[in-house]
């Protein structure tokens, strides 16, 4: 079992930046990779970012790329998500999953955290 707590949401204006944090416990040991999803109100979930575990490679989706930064932290059990340039289109919980092998399938959720951005 994997358990991910996201902190770091809030409100800020457009254009401002955000932190989010996604601490991960229990087997981290077994992770393969970590992405951040987001959903907005009245929409499905949509990814956002990865990044391995243990080889740092990291991918986007095309709507934050040059604005969103994944980073991990193995030492901490913690993998971030630099939020900058933010638009009101950003609007949206964000939540954090782990992925323990490679698939099409993300085995563990956090609970997420609000991100709202206003024009």
């Known amino acids: 079992q994997v358990q991910l707590v996201e902190s770091g949401g809030g409100l800020v204006q457009a254009g401002g930046s955000l932190r989010l944090s996604c601490a991960a416990s229990g087997r981290t040991f077994s992770i393969y990779l970590m992405g951040w999803f987001r959903q907005a109100p009245g929409k499905g979930h949509e990814f956002v970012a990865a990044?391995?575990?243990?080889?740092?490679?990291?991918t986007y989706a095309d709507p934050v790329k040059s604005r969103f930064t994944i980073s991990r932290d193995n030492a901490k059990n913690t993998v971030y998500l630099q939020l900058n340039s933010l638009k009101p289109g950003d609007t949206a919980v964000y939540y954090c999953?782990?992925?323990?092998?490679?698939?099409?399938?993300?085995?563990?959720w956090g609970q997420g955290t609000q991100v709202t951005v206003s024009s």
């Open positions: 999953a782990a992925q323990m092998s490679a698939s099409d399938s993300w085995d563990y």
């Open positions: 990044v391995g575990w243990s080889g740092g490679d990291t």
